[in-house]
């Protein structure tokens, strides 16, 4: 990957270990990288059998007093977060410092919503899972784990896809208007091309 000010990923088909490996090493070599969409992660594996990983997960604690960890997020951007924390050595200088190159988000805020966001072939889904194959999206996983905001993503989801929809009518719509111009105008132009094609141009 070249070297961007910031990469914004959208999040949405992608594998979890697949992208998270692919963000870990661009965030050793100095990129800033935002995900996007996180709720829409795909895991490779049936829903049943991921969600039995995760209650075996839930089991280790700290048995004298839970709250010194390990801490078991729900969110699925801190699960993607925890996910990459284990492919860099976060303990040391170095690492800590890639971690803070790193943005997570459920959903699209802004000002993402406006920023041209980019796939990771490398990760996708359906390129990289066989056909056929069982897998589950990470929303379904945190839901059930107790995440409580998956109603309030999908409901503010819903209103930016409905602003999209109706900016792009709009863009269609002057495009148009701009071709029809441009034939116009053609003919007026004619005899000015016919001027300039003399001088070389």
């Not at 993402?112 to 490398?122: F, G, I, L, S």
């Not at 839901?143 to 819903?158: I, N, T």
Request: aromatic fraction near 8%.
């Amino acid at each position: 990957m070249t070297f961007y000010k910031e990469v914004v990923v959208d999040g949405k088909g992608h594998l979890l270990g697949r992208l998270a490996s692919i963000i870990a090493k661009q965030l050793l070599n100095g990129q800033k990288v935002t995900v996007v969409r996180c709720e829409e992660l795909n895991v490779s594996g049936s829903f049943y059998r991921n969600k039995i990983k995760y209650l075996n997960y839930l089991r280790k604690r700290c048995v004298i007093n839970p709250a010194r960890g390990p801490f078991h997020f729900r969110a699925p951007s801190r699960i993607l977060y925890r996910v990459v924390r284990g492919m860099i050595p976060h303990k040391t200088a170095r690492g800590a410092a890639a971690l803070e190159r790193l943005k997570l988000y459920e959903g699209v805020p802004p000002p993402y919503d406006k920023q041209r966001r980019v796939v990771v072939p490398a990760a996708l889904r359906v390129l990289r899972l066989k056909p056929g194959r069982k897998f589950c999206t990470v929303k379904r996983i945190s839901a059930e784990m107790g995440w409580k905001y998956q109603g309030v993503v999908e409901r503010l989801e819903e209103k930016r896809m409905a602003k999209g929809k109706v900016y792009f009518a709009r863009k269609k719509a002057l495009l148009k208007l701009k071709a029809e111009a441009t034939t116009k105008v053609q003919s007026e132009l004619a005899p000015v091309k016919a001027k300039l094609a003399t001088f070389g141009y």
